[in-house]
T-cell receptor
Framework: GNSVTQMEGPVTLSEEAFLTINCTYTATGYPSLFWYVQYPGEGLQLLLK?????DKGSNKGFEATYRKETTSFHLEKGSVQVSDSAVYFCALISNFGNEKLTFGTGTRLTIIP | EAGVAQSPRYKIIEKRQSVAFWCNPISGHATLYWYQQILGQGPKLLIQ????????DSQLPKDRFSAERLKGVDSTLKIQPAKLEDSAVYLC????????????FGQGTRLTVV
């Protein structure tokens, strides 16, 4: 079945540091890939997405590139801010079968001033 | 555009009691998901509807959990009887489907079973 493996947290960085959160996937067919973010006390919201190989999703300074050859969708940001502190979830929807939305376990990110 | 609406936001019940959650998806969204998110873990899919039909309920504990989606719009998730390990946030999400559309999430219902 489909699965998503995320870098385990928690991750703690200083403000303005470079961020990478690794995500790899296993899926049938050609999935769409997503990063969702959950800020403290809030619901899940979509951060960015990519629907085909070599697509780059970007939003709020975050980027992730759909790499079919390495089945990866790593999240990056060049300079993090305290307001980026949240839990980040990598997810996929397969276009083969029932289009189930599958999540990774999440990575808690804390940015210190 | 209105988002996914869920109610109640919070619920505290004793074990062996029953509880029901309600979800109103975004208008026109054919796919509706119910997820269980236990503290510190990623969301786990309980059930997925396509219109009013069940697409996937393989991880739904059917001896105690049930869900329905009336007329392909609103949905309810019920737990009867509740156990302590059911304490979690229950998330409802909807999407257009079609394999590439993003899912939009409601605020969730935080259930505490004591």
């Amino acid at each position: 079945g489909n699965s998503v493996t995320q870098m385990e947290g928690p991750v703690t960085l200083s403000e303005e540091a470079f961020l990478t959160i690794n995500c790899t996937y296993t899926a049938t067919g050609y999935p769409s890939l997503f990063w969702y973010v959950q800020y403290p006390g809030e619901g899940l919201q979509l951060l960015l997405k990519a629907t085909k190989a070599d697509d780059k999703g970007s939003n709020k300074g975050f980027e992730a590139t759909y790499r079919k050859e390495t089945t990866s969708f790593h999240l990056e940001k060049g300079s993090v801010q305290v307001s980026d502190s949240a839990v980040y979830f990598c997810a996929l929807i397969s276009n083969f079968g029932n289009e189930k939305l599958t999540f990774g376990t999440g990575t808690r990110l804390t940015i210190i001033p | 555009e209105a988002g996914v609406a869920q109610s109640p936001r919070y619920k505290i019940i004793e074990k062996r009691q029953s509880v029901a959650f309600w979800c109103n998806p975004i208008s026109g969204h054919a796919t509706l998901y119910w997820y269980q998110q236990i503290l510190g873990q990623g969301p786990k899919l309980l059930i997925q509807f396509q219109n009013n039909g069940v697409v996937d309920d393989s991880q739904l504990p059917k001896d105690r959990f049930s869900a329905e989606r009336l007329k392909g719009v609103d949905s309810t998730l019920k737990i009867q009887p509740a156990k302590l390990e059911d304490s979690a946030v229950y998330l409802c999400a909807s999407s257009l489907g079609q394999g590439i559309a993003e899912a939009f999430f409601g605020q969730g219902t935080r259930l505490t079973v004591v």
